[in-house]
């Protein structure tokens, strides 16, 4: 597509509850990323994926999280048993691939809002 | 490792006057430095890059940003603030080897007042 798409754009949920996050990237990027912004606070890298590589996970903050991306093409994000401290924005970004790619920066999508009542 | 500070968490100017937020960068060689800005409930948005060559760099909306080697810094610059500008301002930092994730710093906080 034209641009990175996230859904749903906000999400409340309960605690405990598990959810589901999705990222369409721009067409021709191999490159997906996933970051947290708590309120009022930076970018948190969570997860990386380089076309059919193996994913740089580094950034997962505990094994409640988890990602998947098929190919070069639509990632998921899922949080199982939502804490209230995964309240966040959840940034999608993609770019093209490598660190040559990187070097023209990412597209980033709008975001979901996470709150976990 | 890498890592970025921006050491301003909110900076408040009035329209029409200049503008400088700075960083500072933690990296071993000449990395790839990034300005983005984020509205209110809105994505990250691009300003400008330094990918290589000149040094300093033009972005959109007015912006340019100056990559000083010596100082490892990357301040973003404006000549005259508008209050469309008023935003949170976030710097990046990205290797030319290796890792393939940009590091952002904490970000700036623009107020613009009339």
């Known amino acids: 597509g034209a641009g990175v798409s996230q859904s749903p754009s906000n999400k409340v949920t309960e605690k405990g509850k598990d959810v589901e996050l999705r990222c369409d990237p721009i067409?021709?990027?191999?490159?997906l990323y996933w970051y947290r912004q708590r309120l009022g606070q930076g970018l948190e890298f969570l997860i990386y994926?380089?076309?059919?590589?193996?994913?740089?996970k580094s950034g997962l903050p505990s094994d409640r999280f988890s990602a998947e991306r098929t190919g070069e093409s639509v990632s998921t994000l899922t949080i199982q048993r939502t804490q209230q401290e995964d309240s966040a924005v959840y940034l999608c970004?993609?770019?093209?691939?490598?660190?040559?790619?990187?070097?023209?920066?990412?597209?980033f999508g709008s975001g979901t809002r996470l709150t976990v009542v | 490792a890498q890592s970025v500070t921006q050491p301003d968490i909110h900076i408040t100017v009035s329209e029409g006057a200049s503008l400088e937020l700075r960083c500072n960068y933690s990296?071993?060689?000449?990395?790839?430095l990034f300005w983005y800005v984020q509205s209110p409930g809105q994505g990250l948005q691009l300003l400008l890059k330094?990918?290589?060559?000149?040094?300093l760099v033009q972005g959109i909306k007015g912006f340019e940003a100056e990559f000083k080697r010596s100082q490892s810094s990357f301040n973003l610059r404006k000549p005259s603030v508008h209050w469309s500008d008023a935003a949170e301002y976030f710097c990046?930092?990205?290797?030319?080897?290796?890792?393939?994730?940009?590091?952002f710093g904490t970000g700036t906080r623009l107020t613009v007042i009339p």
């Open positions: 970004a993609s770019s093209l691939g490598g660190n040559r790619g990187l070097g023209y920066g990412y597209t």
């Open positions: 067409s021709g990027h191999t490159a």
């Open positions: 994926f380089q076309g059919n590589s193996a994913p740089d």
């Open positions: 990296y071993g060689a000449t990395p790839y």
């Open positions: 330094y990918f290589s060559g000149d040094t």
């Open positions: 990046a930092v990205g290797a030319r080897t290796g890792a393939n994730n940009l590091f």
